[in-house]
């Protein structure tokens, strides 16, 4: 996390009504905005509309973006998950993920992290996680990365939603415990 | 009145984006408003932030940066709105402390109702009895009049049934919006007739009434939730 980072030279400029910095900022980081959408929302029409206006929020908001407390990407990916997850529940829990793809997506989830990036943080999570019970830790993944809803979720695992919430909320608090302790 | 385990909860369920419709736009209204709420949601984002690199990349066919582009545009020609969007946002964080402080004093707090804007023309309004708990998101389109009520959890009780009212000065008497539905969004044309000024600063309330609204036309059971905007017209 610091000003120096490219993406965040690049935001900085866009903030202050650089068009060409935020061309550049849109073309180093729209394939990664768009995945992210196209994992929660599938649709691509749907998506396409979506990224458009995370873009135009990302430079509505681009002020408020402080470099010293988190980094450009997180941000970023940050605005577009929020959008596309609001939109699923906007359009209610029978077209979010059907059972299939959670049930797809959960097979991929062996060790999430472990042949990604080691650093720190990353491997941090990724012990952390492993903390977790197997199910509690597919359905958070499921939630991050798919934007399952709790009622996905309740489907998926066959437990009543409130069972999924206290997984949730318990989940998160034993991942807050582990990655501080 | 929630405690940091609380608040560190939501913000984390927030993040990991399993919060309903309600639950997420009131942490949206807060969140402006509540700095504790927002640095716990930039803490979870920050958190879970490696999960990012398990997210694919995907390419679009057309380049979409001109349409972004002109839609930049068409903001530009409301400069002066973003920036009394940036006073009112400072006021908002001023009132929030406000609030914080009132809330420790006051815990037997009533109803209370915040509002927010989503887009450059629809007002969000949420209805609620504490700050945790919203019952109703009133939203309206003011391109197009059409008011949208989204129910969270309530249950009127037998043989009763929720009125939505706009309360405002200038009328002597509460008009009633309808009758709203506890289980589904209700949908209707009846802020047609009034102007943005009056939407913006009406107070919206729920009473109980009986079944099939109240025969009166004015409020005869008890106001359920209700709160005044706190938000001018943008």
Known sequence: ????????????RAAGGDRASFRALYDATSAKLLGTILRICKDRDLARDLLQEVYVKIWQNARSFDATQSS????MVAIA?????????????????????LDDAAAEFVDPLASRDRREEAARLSQCLDGLEAERRQAILLAYCYGASRESLAERFA????????????????LRGCLEG | MSTPDDLDALAGEYVLGTLDLVERRAVDARRSREPLLDAAIRGWEDRLAPLNELLPEATLEADLFPSISAAIDRLGADQGIAHLNRRIRRWQWAAGLASAAAVVLAVGLGASMLLTRTAQTELVALLAKDATSPAFVVSVDLASRQLTVLPSAVEPPAGKAYELWLVNARYEAPRSLGLISPSAATRSDRLASYSDEVIASSTLAVSLEPDGGSPTGKPTGPVVFSGRFVHPKI
């Open chain 1, 1 to 12: 996390m610091s000003e120096d980072h490219p993406l965040a030279k690049l935001l900085a």
């Open chain 1, 81 to 101: 998950r929020y959008r596309a997850i609001d939109e699923m529940r906007r359009r209610k829990p029978e077209t979010s993920g059907s059972e299939q793809e």
């Open chain 1, 72 to 75: 450009p990407v997180t941000w």
């Open chain 1, 159 to 174: 437990r009543p939603v409130a069972t999924i919430k206290t997984w949730l909320r318990r989940s998160l608090t034993q």
